[in-house]
């Protein structure tokens, strides 16, 4: 069975940073195209950054540059480091696992997903 839960969210600052983590059991993070994803109140669900195992990360547009994703094989976990956190980033984030189709990686269906921890950035 597998299994993906995240932590980390938080209340913080515009201007602050906050790591998420998202402990996965059952398939190795090596394995498979591991993503997270935020949703915010009224918006559609946005791919935020994706990775593979060994290949060049992908990021949407509005974190380029302040956010990183990572994986330490070792834990099978998967992280997002947030920087430079703004309102509009404020939302549920979700990691999920196994691309399994669509136009897109960063917007793609995946087979798995975790519950979602919260974000809160105030201006």
């Known amino acids: 069975q597998v299994e993906l839960v995240e932590s980390g969210g938080d209340s913080v600052q515009a201007g602050g940073s906050l790591r998420l983590a998202c402990a996965v059991s059952?398939?190795?993070?090596?394995?498979?195209?591991m993503a997270w994803f935020r949703q915010a109140p009224g918006k559609e669900r946005e791919g935020v950054a994706l990775?593979?195992?060994?290949?060049?990360?992908e990021y949407a547009h509005s974190v380029q540059g302040r956010f990183t994703i990572s994986l330490d094989i070792a834990k099978n976990m998967v992280y997002l480091q947030m920087n430079n956190l703004k309102p509009d980033d404020g939302a549920m984030y979700y990691c999920?696992?196994?691309?399994?189709?669509?136009?897109?990686?960063?917007?793609?269906?995946?087979?798995?997903w975790g519950q979602g921890t919260q974000v809160t950035v105030s201006s």
């Open positions: 999920a696992a196994h691309f399994v189709g669509g136009r897109t990686r960063l917007n793609g269906s995946y087979r798995h």
């Open positions: 059952g398939i190795r993070v090596s394995s498979y195209t």
């Open positions: 990775t593979d195992s060994g290949a060049t990360p």
